[in-house]
């Protein structure tokens, strides 16, 4: 291998757990922004406790990993010269818009910001003819589609049962405590999910790198790569994303403790069998759609739709807007050659410190991302006469029954 060749692989693999830390640090809030706001978890508890499962859930599925190592993209139609270039342009894209929905605060989707990226670096460093449309369309975007949906309609029905099985707290302030231990239980495993699903993603583009510059010849990704890119998340969801566990966890719709049970609970059972299935499914959308679903799920709840819609505006623009960024920076390879891949490289340190530059302005933490818990206030909305139960109506057919006996006598 030539050394040229060499240098770039290792500028891919180091960009590609850069990619891997920013995943986890921007979606943290998926498992861990419901409990935050509900006070089932503290936040520094929580998100350490989403980088460990997210570091043990990285190790218990591949299949994931191997879609993109062995399906998206033909790597028998690249050159082992030029397909190192274009993985490390197409990762360019994807931290950029990482980066720049971190910034805005915006649950987008890690996993369409990195397919995004590579396809709009093959599209324009090869050609389109090199991406397999197909798998593209089965594996990513019907998925994309049909997850959110799914379990926001999971979490409205396990909300709504949740609630009519404890209506007797209606009246009172939220005293569903027990929800919120369930919470711990739950988010526990959507972040045991996300390992199972978002880091396979960055170990399938690793392997996809080895494959084509022939260091190595099968679709399993190496247990090296898995233990940097388990680990490597592991970090970034410890860094905790603080500016989206915001908007996920207050942003979208005040959460209840039941109402947060049932919405991790619908996200986690959606991602695991995803990942059982190789769907590289968005934790992100998935997550958001089962909050959404949850707030429509309990009576007297407000759903934020205004930033219902600047989340949906982020998801039909993150293919494009990565693949846009991606397509630039392997066109600067295209024309430039090594020296272009160094612009790359440059251009994106200057990004990526800018970004973080511009958030110490209106810095948000552990202290301040949530203003306050969801402790307070009824649990639902309480009408002022409302209309007998099935019990009290019961009840009272049974009074009128014994009143009509004593008339009789």
């Known amino acids: ?11 891919v ?13 921007h979606d943290t809030a998926n498992a861990m922004a419901t409990p935050i706001a509900t006070g089932a978890l503290k936040p520094k508890v929580a998100v350490l406790l989403a980088a460990i499962l997210n570091l043990v859930g990285a190790f218990l599925s591949t299949e994931v990993a191997k879609t993109i190592s062995g399906g998206i993209i033909r790597e028998e139609d690249l050159s082992p010269t030029i397909f190192p270039a274009i993985i490390f342009a197409g990762l ?15 649950p987008s989707s890690s996993s369409h910001a990195l397919f995004g990226g590579l396809i709009g670096a093959t599209i324009v460093g090869a050609s389109a003819a090199a991406i397999d449309f197909g798998v593209v369309l089965s594996k990513i975007i019907l998925p994309a589609l049909i997850a959110p949906v799914t379990a926001g309609v999971i979490a409205y029905v396990a909300t709504k049962v949740a609630y009519g099985i404890t209506r007797r707290y209606d009246s009172k302030p939220d005293g569903r405590d027990g929800f919120r231990v369930g919470q711990i239980f739950t988010s526990s495993l959507v972040a045991l999910a996300h390992g199972t699903n978002d880091a396979q993603k960055t170990m399938g583009v690793i392997t996809l790198t080895l494959i084509v510059v022939g260091i190595q010849d099968h679709p399993e990704p190496e247990l090296w790569v898995i233990i940097a890119c388990a680990v490597t998340i592991a970090l970034g969801t410890y860094m905790g994303g603080w500016r989206i566990i915001r908007t996920l966890g207050k942003g979208l719709t005040d959460v209840k403790p039941a109402q ?10 959606t991602i695991l069998a995803s990942s059982f299935f190789g769907f590289a499914l968005s934790t992100t959308q998935v997550a958001s759609g089962s909050v959404i679903g949850s707030g429509l799920g309990r009576r007297g709840s407000v759903v934020r739709w205004r930033t219902v819609g600047r989340i949906a505006v982020g998801w039909v623009l993150t293919l494009p807007a990565s693949g846009l960024v991606g397509g630039l920076a392997a066109l600067l390879v295209v024309w430039l050659g090594t020296w272009g891949i160094v612009i790359d490289a440059v251009l994106a340190v200057v990004i990526i410190l800018g970004i973080f530059l511009r958030s110490r302005r209106n810095q948000v933490t552990a202290g301040n991302a949530m203003s306050e818990v969801a402790d307070s206030g009824l649990a639902v909305k309480v009408k002022r006469n409302p209309p007998p139960t099935r019990r009290q109506r019961a009840l009272a057919r049974e009074a009128e029954k014994r009143a009509k006996k004593e008339e009789r006598r």
């Open 13 to 25: 693999v180091a960009l590609a757990l850069f990619f891997d830390f920013t995943n986890g640090f």
């Open 92 to 106: 360019i894209g994807a931290i950029t818009w990482n980066m720049l929905t971190w910034l805005l605060g915006l």
């Open 1 to 11: 291998m030539e050394t040229a060749t060499l240098l770039i692989v290792v500028l």
């Open 260 to 269: 947060g049970f049932s919405a991790e609970a619908s996200t986690a059972s």
